[in-house]
């Protein structure tokens, strides 16, 4: 085939298109039928590898149940989830930064005082404290936000992933700031951990050489009447891992020293500006 007629070809599926009544419908299939043409254009692609990417996608379709999505999983070890994230919160300058929600946000944690600790359950690791203010973008502090708090256990592994092995509200909880919008959580040095690899996204980072480890991470969703929702993390400075996040998730924003306090508990300070509706 010559270029003309692939680009013949292009030029004749789009017009297909041409009335289309939705127009973001439009923009998006007509975007993405330019990039696949050209994508396959660009690498030569031939009949076998295609198929190969047929099946797959297929392989990640079947391995979605209820509590499994392997397209996302895909998403975010291609950093395209970490792109969406970044276009949809569109913060202001000044604003925390946002990163990916990650697969194991369980709404409906408990509700804790200002210096509790999430952590539950026994644990080896080592306590800490995450603090800050949350404020608007002029500094004025936010009465009445929540910081709806979940991460990890020593072990490894979420709450949600051990229903057997932790407690269900182990390393959960969320905050509710006072007229000072100071937070102040308790809860253990978060530690790496492997995202799920034993399906076809896995298989992918393995033929390539890549890891699955996260950084150690909190992860908090911010929200406050009047304010943009905000989804992101805390990174431990020190965790390993932090420049290969297997899904894009790091900012170095976000990145934050933990050390010992003036009551020599090991405190890292995060201050959180939202952004008005
Ligand atoms: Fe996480």
């Not at 990417?53 to 392997?70: N, P």
């Not at 998403?75 to 604003?95: A, F, K, Q, R």
């Not at 608007?136 to 092995?165: M, R």
């Amino acid at each position: 085939m010559t270029e003309k007629a692939q680009a013949e070809l292009l030029e004749d599926v789009l017009s297909r298109y041409e009335d289309s009544p939705n127009p973001r419908l439009k923009e998006i299939t007509e975007a993405a039928i330019r990039h696949l043409h050209a994508f396959v254009e660009e690498v030569g692609l031939q009949r076998d590898e295609w198929f190969a990417g047929i099946q797959f996608l297929t392989a990640v379709g079947q391995k979605c149940d209820d509590t499994r999505q392997e397209f996302i999983l895909l998403s975010d070890t291609l950093g395209v989830s970490s792109l969406v994230e970044m276009i949809t919160h569109g913060g202001t300058e000044g604003s925390t930064e946002n990163t990916v929600l990650g697969p194991f946000y369980v709404p409906n944690s408990p509700h804790r005082a200002m210096g509790e600790s999430m952590l539950v359950d026994p644990d080896d690791g080592d306590r800490v404290v995450i603090r800050g203010v949350i404020t608007d973008t002029q500094g004025n502090p936010i009465e009445g936000a929540t910081l709806d708090c979940w991460q990890n256990a020593t072990a490894g592994f979420y709450a949600v992933q051990q229903p057997d092995g932790q407690s269900a509200e182990n390393l959960r909880g969320i905050y509710t700031t006072g007229p000072d919008g100071r937070y102040e959580i308790r809860t253990v040095r978060p530690v790496p951990y492997p995202i799920p690899s034993d399906g076809p996204a896995g298989d992918l980072l393995k033929a390539h050489g890549r890891g699955w480890m996260r950084p150690g991470h909190t992860h908090m969703w911010v929200r406050a009447d009047g304010y943009k929702d905000l989804i992101t993390h805390v990174f431990d400075e020190e965790t390993a891992y932090l420049r290969e996040d297997a899904v894009f998730g790091v900012r170095d924003s976000l990145v934050r020293k933990f050390m010992p306090d003036e009551d020599g508990e090991l405190a890292a300070t995060f201050d959180i500006v939202l952004d008005r509706v």
